[in-house]
C-alpha cells in the first residue's frame, strides 16, 4: 500500500516561506496524481494544488495560484509545495495525497500521509 510522508512544516512568521515534501518510499510518485490538501483548525479540507502524473498543474484556491507553487522531483521520488508570503490563515495541518487524477474533493484521493503542521504567526 502505498504510505505518503510529508515533511517541512513548522513555526514561521507572516511573509515568511516554507517547502513541504511529500514522498513515498516503495512505490513510484511519478505514477499517481499528488494533490497537497489542508485542514485548518475547525475547518474542512481544503485544497489547495495538485500535479498529476504527467506534470499537469491545478490550483483549487485562486490565491494561493500566486503565493504557493507546486512541484515534482522524479529522480527524488518526491512531490513539492512551496509556500512564499506566508499568511496567519494559512495555519493549519497540510497533507499531501495520492489519487489516479487530481480532484478538487479530497474524499476521492485514495491514500493520505499524516499531515505537517505549519503555524504561521509573528
Known amino acids: 500500500q502505498l504510505q505518503l510522508v510529508e515533511s517541512g512544516g513548522g513555526l514561521v512568521q507572516p511573509g515568511g516561506s516554507l517547502r513541504l515534501s511529500c514522498t513515498a518510499s516503495?512505490?513510484?510518485?511519478?505514477?499517481?496524481?499528488i494533490g497537497w490538501f489542508r485542514r485548518a483548525p475547525g475547518k474542512e479540507h481544503e485544497g489547495v494544488s495538485c500535479i498529476n502524473s504527467v506534470g499537469g498543474i491545478t490550483n483549487y484556491e485562486d490565491p494561493v495560484a500566486g503565493q504557493f507553487t507546486i512541484s515534482r522531483d522524479g529522480a527524488k521520488n518526491t512531490v513539492y509545495l512551496q509556500m512564499n508570503s506566508l499568511k496567519p490563515e494559512d495555519t493549519a495541518v497540510y497533507y499531501c495525497?495520492?489519487?489516479?487524477?487530481?480532484?478538487?474533493?479530497?474524499?476521492?484521493?485514495?491514500?493520505w500521509g499524516q499531515g505537517t503542521e505549519v503555524t504561521v504567526s509573528s
Open positions: 495525497a495520492a489519487a489516479i487524477a487530481c480532484y478538487v474533493r479530497y474524499d476521492h484521493y485514495d491514500y
Open positions: 516503495e512505490f513510484a510518485l511519478n505514477n499517481y496524481a
